[in-house]
């Protein structure tokens, strides 16, 4: 969804369809809620207020239903409030399940460099499957994220994790990834 901001510039949102981008889709449309001073509509500030201005509701409320395809409009259609819209659609679509942990496991285990495009969408990847796994509960540690980054590379990396390794710097996933990215 191209949307028109206040300050003139356009936010570009892809719309929820469902499960598949629910995640992706509610981190761009927070961001969007926050940077146009609405998201304190559905989340209380700091001093632990919710905004109630009938206005400023109506326009969030408006927002997010634009942001979402039609096939969703029977979750939230009896919704009247934006915190109403929003934690519908939480408990709708941010599967926490089991079937979920395990095809995000499958996911950061069975991904390879050579089935990527580049580097950057390799790492990306794993990445996005370990942050999921880690907001439906089931985190995993540092190490264990490094280690997967490594696992799917190609033989041709065995000197570079053999140096990893022996380095006596802990491993870690910001460590290998950073170590990944520079040298692609």
Do not use: F
Not at 59 to 72: C, D, H, N, P
Not at 136 to 159: F, I, N, W
């Amino acid at each position: 969804m191209a949307s028109r901001s206040s300050n003139g510039t356009y936010q570009l949102i892809d719309k929820l369809v469902g499960r598949e981008n629910y995640r992706q889709w509610s981190v761009a449309m927070r961001a969007y809620l926050e940077v146009e001073d609405l998201w304190d509509t559905i989340e209380a500030r700091t001093d632990g207020t919710l905004s109630t201005d009938p206005k400023k509701m109506q326009k969030t409320r408006g927002r997010i239903i634009l942001a979402v395809e039609s096939e969703v409009y029977a979750y939230i259609e009896n919704t009247t409030s934006p915190q109403e819209v929003w934690n519908e659609l939480a408990k709708t679509y941010d599967d926490k399940g089991l079937t979920r942990k395990v095809s995000l496991l499958q996911a950061t285990t069975t991904t390879r460099l050579k089935n990527c495009r580049c580097m950057e969408e390799y790492v990306s990847n794993i990445i996005s499957a370990t942050k999921k796994l880690s907001a439906s509960g089931t985190k995993l540690q540092e190490d264990l994220v490094g280690a997967l980054l490594l696992s799917g590379l190609p033989s041709s990396y065995q000197p570079m994790i053999m140096a990893l390794g022996s380095s006596g710097a802990e491993i870690t996933a910001d460590l290998v990834k950073n170590k990944l990215l520079e040298e692609n």
